[in-house]
């Protein structure tokens, strides 16, 4: 009878250290997927910040202030070439590949503005951008650029 009983404990040893196994293998993963999305947020943002293309950004900044009338159709495209890359950062977080709180605030702002600048050159572009749309609803930028006034 001693048997039967060592027997059975060792199977429910066993059986809980099978157990503790996987959920220690599951936290595992889960921290290194955390990680992963944290180091790529953090080197396309360290990527971003060096080679961003000022001169399309400063394109979107004069669309929202001065209107959408003073973009030609050349100045369109280099937004619309901007904005391709800022939907796709907007889409892989979106997704949860990159980590949000590790993503530089320049971009947050930039897909906010680039998003706004879509949306006063209609007559270029049609609709908004879907996952930038998504990205702003989520994450709002903190500074507001507003038009200018026009003058009779």
Do not use: H
Not at 12 to 33: C, D, H, K, Y
Not at 123 to 151: H, N, V, W
């Amino acid at each position: 009878m001693g048997d039967g009983s060592t027997t059975g404990t060792i199977a429910r040893a066993a059986l809980v250290v099978s157990i503790l196994s996987a959920v220690f293998s599951f936290l595992q993963w889960l921290n290194t997927e955390s990680e992963n999305r944290i180091s790529a947020a953090v080197e396309l943002s360290k990527n971003y910040l060096k080679e961003r293309d000022v001169a399309a950004s400063d394109l979107v900044v004069k669309t929202i202030i001065d209107g959408a009338d003073s973009i030609s159709k050349e100045d369109a495209t280099t937004i619309g070439r901007y904005t391709d890359l800022l939907s796709y950062i907007a889409l892989l977080t979106n997704k949860n590949r990159l980590d949000k709180v590790y993503l530089a605030d320049t971009i947050t702002c930039d897909i906010f503005y680039a998003n706004k600048a879509i949306g006063l050159l209609k007559k270029y572009f049609g609709e908004q951008d879907r996952e930038m749309l998504i990205f702003i609803k989520r994450y709002p930028c903190l500074t507001e650029i507003a038009p200018q006034p026009k003058s009779n």
